[in-house]
């Protein structure tokens, strides 16, 4: 019977490499790494995509919403209030515009909510503002679509004045905005003031700042939610997702949100 003679070195050989190296283990690390910081920039990519697209969703279903509202009111948009013959600010409960077209929406006007959480005014803004709005449990109108203020008051026998605005004033629909997306926070997180009227005349949102915008802002100016975008529903209908620090062609006029495309009518003809 041949026995082979036990070889100790070819044991200790087999033994050292049991294990990985530190060049081995650094290698897979980074290739770990690697792989997670892929998948994450897919999964970013592929969240900001369906933020794109539920927002998009509920802007188009608030204008649909306002488009029925029209039908049935003279071809007039949904305000946000009810200015007095005598001047006086008579907006209130079922005043704002979300008031006005939730039932053209199927959905029960928010005023008329009896227990208000933070999902009371949740399809009527951008997706975005969600996590923000449930942190701070805001159960008022805060970043809801702004109405553009051009379209934004009726007026009740106020002198020279016709009344509020009907969608057949924009003398080109196709780039006149009727909503816009606005944000509850700056570019700190911070909570800010904003809802349903979008004011263009002093500048985009701070919110604009986190996107390399370094000029005037104004807490109810449009704002970039949509990741550096900003969502818009246009007087004809349709709805873009515009990715600039400042889309519209001028800072304080307002001009792209003017029907006429004429500041000096304010706010009717």
């Avoid at 081995?24 to 897919?42: D, H, K, P, R, T």
């Avoid at 939730?102 to 009371?120: C, F, Q, R, V």
């Avoid at 209908?237 to 304080?252: K, R």
């Amino acid at each position: 019977m041949l026995i082979t003679p036990f070889n100790k070195s070819a044991s200790t050989s087999l033994s050292q490499r049991a294990g990985f190296t530190l060049i081995e283990l650094l290698c897979v690390i980074a290739v770990i790494a690697i792989l997670a910081s892929l998948l994450m920039v897919g999964t970013n990519a592929v969240r900001r995509m369906a933020d794109n697209t539920e927002t998009t969703s509920r802007l188009r279903q608030c204008g649909i919403g306002m488009f029925n509202y029209a039908a049935d009111h003279h071809g007039n948009v949904p305000s946000n209030g009810l200015i007095g013959a005598d001047g006086t600010d008579r907006s209130g409960p079922g005043r704002r515009w979300p008031d006005k077209v939730a039932p053209y929406m199927g959905l029960n006007p928010p005023y008329l909510i009896a227990n208000k959480d933070w999902k009371t005014y949740q399809p009527y803004r951008c997706v975005s503002q969600d996590d923000f709005i449930e942190q701070q449990n805001l159960t008022g109108p805060n970043a809801v679509f702004g109405l553009n203020e051009y379209f934004s008051l009726e007026y009740e026998g106020v002198p020279g004045e016709k009344g509020w605005r009907k969608f057949s004033d924009a003398i080109d629909p196709a780039t006149t905005p009727l909503l816009v997306t606005l944000s509850a926070y700056d570019e700190n997180g911070s909570l800010i003031g904003s809802g349903h009227v979008a004011n263009p005349r002093g500048g985009p949102s701070p919110l604009a700042r986190k996107y390399g915008w370094s000029q005037r802002t104004n807490g109810t100016g449009p704002a970039p939610t949509l990741n550096g975008a900003y969502g818009i529903l246009y007087i004809d209908g349709h709805v873009g997702v515009v990715s600039n620090s400042w889309p519209f062609s001028a800072i304080n006029a307002g001009m792209d949100f003017h029907p006429k495309k004429d500041v000096s009518i304010t706010p009717a003809e």
